[in-house]
């Protein structure tokens, strides 16, 4: 029972059960943005609330092309959601947290051997020159 409480509570578990849950949220948001937003605005410009009538009927067999279409649309309005709404806003902040200054260099050239050399030392572990005092 043990183990199975630390595998419960390590972190990636934990992480992935907060991603679920915060994309069903998300895809709750995203839903009522299609059919709230998005399909008013195709039935506007097309004329029709959804594609789902357009079909064609081939030697009996009806092919359903409208479904396709309303899925491609709402995968597009998805991905777009996701995109402007997750993605750009995540790049554009790790963007900001890389502009961070680079640490200072903890190794030098030796003026003698031009060997590697640590920062504070005061003499080269190569040639044995003296060097300057940084």
Do not use: Y
Not at 15 to 26: C, E, K, P, S
Not at 90 to 105: I, Q
């Amino acid at each position: 029972m043990g183990e199975f409480k630390k595998f419960l509570l390590r972190g990636n578990v934990v992480d992935l059960a907060v991603g679920v849950i915060i994309g069903l949220a998300f895809g709750a948001v995203v839903t009522a943005l299609v059919e709230g937003i998005f399909t008013p605005l195709i039935a506007a410009v097309v004329g029709e609330p959804d594609f789902s009538a357009i079909g064609v009927t081939i030697n009996g067999s009806r092919l359903e092309i409208g479904r396709f279409l309303n899925a491609v649309v709402s995968f597009l309005s998805v991905a777009a959601a996701v995109f402007f709404l997750v993605v750009k806003p995540v790049n554009h902040l790790t963007a900001r947290a890389r502009t961070e200054v680079p640490a200072e260099p903890t190794l030098r050239k030796c003026p003698e051997c031009l060997m590697d050399v640590p920062r504070a030392a005061r003499r080269c572990a190569h040639c044995t020159s003296v060097l300057a005092a940084v």
